[in-house]
T-cell receptor, first 117, second 113 residues
Framework: GAVVSQHPSRVICKSGTSVKIECRSL??????MFWYRQFPKQSLMLMAT?????????EQGVEKDKFLINHASLTLSTLTVTSAHPEDSSFYIC?????????????FGPGTRLTVL | QKEVEQNSGPLSVPEGAIASLNCTYS??????FFWYRQYSGKSPELIMF????GDKEDGRFTAQLNKASQYVSLLIRDSQPSDSATYLC?????????????FGAGTRLAVHP
């Protein structure tokens, strides 16, 4: 158990467009979902935390109007990168909490590689 | 002081040896500790978690926790080239809500044949 999926796995878009990334917990209800970003050879950076039905909590320095997060159900969270620019090109990874293990255990999706031209 | 610290490595070990990965944390009240493995270009995957002092074994992996020293380690026995990856230590902060995890920067392990 504890499978998290992400879609799409890879996306290439033009500068100025918006991109939506979906994160789903497939076999458990995720009480909380997290969105991370990782640049090449750098550490995971937490962008925001979201609970179903409430507004996301963004980490310091992350623009909430640029990275829109919707957590519509206990199994689905979406991240929309609005007006994407080349500097937004990165590996975006979601994780979900609420599966087997301790209450803090996070299970990661496979990630979405975003390239903005 | 960073909340979770790891030596960035690379830690190079020969195939068949024991790899020892270390992590220190700053929050003395932390209760649970996680080890994740991340292959290059992939997302992290959970190896194991530990919340009691002492050792916890799972196959070739052993997590060791010493709360008095604020130290958690991961031992990999009989290291294989397929174990070559970055290993991330993670600890939930006592403050900050939503049970998020604070990740260390990771230690890169290279197992050479």
């Amino acid at each position: 158990g504890a499978v998290v999926s992400q879609h799409p796995s890879r996306v290439i878009c033009k500068s100025g467009t918006s991109v939506k990334i979906e994160c789903r917990s497939l076999d458990f209800q995720a009480t909380t979902m997290f969105w991370y970003r990782q640049f090449p050879k750098q550490s995971l950076m937490l962008m925001a935390t979201s609970n179903e039905g409430s507004k996301a909590t963004y980490e310091q320095g992350v623009e909430k109007d640029k990275f829109l997060i919707n957590h519509a159900s206990l199994t689905l969270s979406t991240l929309t990168v609005t007006s994407a620019h080349p500097e937004d090109s990165s590996f975006y990874i979601c994780s979900a909490r609420g599966g087997p293990g301790t209450s803090d255990t996070q299970y990661f999706g496979p990630g979405t590689r975003l390239t903005v031209l | 002081q960073k909340e979770v610290e790891q030596n960035s490595g690379p830690l190079s070990v020969p195939e068949g040896a024991i790899a020892s990965l270390n992590c220190t944390y700053s929050d003395r009240g932390s209760q649970s500790f996680f080890w994740y493995r991340q292959y290059s270009g992939k997302s992290p995957e959970l190896i194991m978690f530990i919340y009691s002092n002492g050792d916890k074994e799972d196959g070739r992996f052993t997590a060791q926790l010493n709360k008095a020293s604020q130290y958690v380690s991961l031992l990999i026995r009989d290291s294989q080239p397929s174990d070559s990856a970055t290993y991330l230590c993670a600890v939930p902060p006592l403050s900050g809500g939503y049970n998020k995890l604070i990740f260390g920067a990771g230690t890169r392990l290279a197992v050479h044949p």
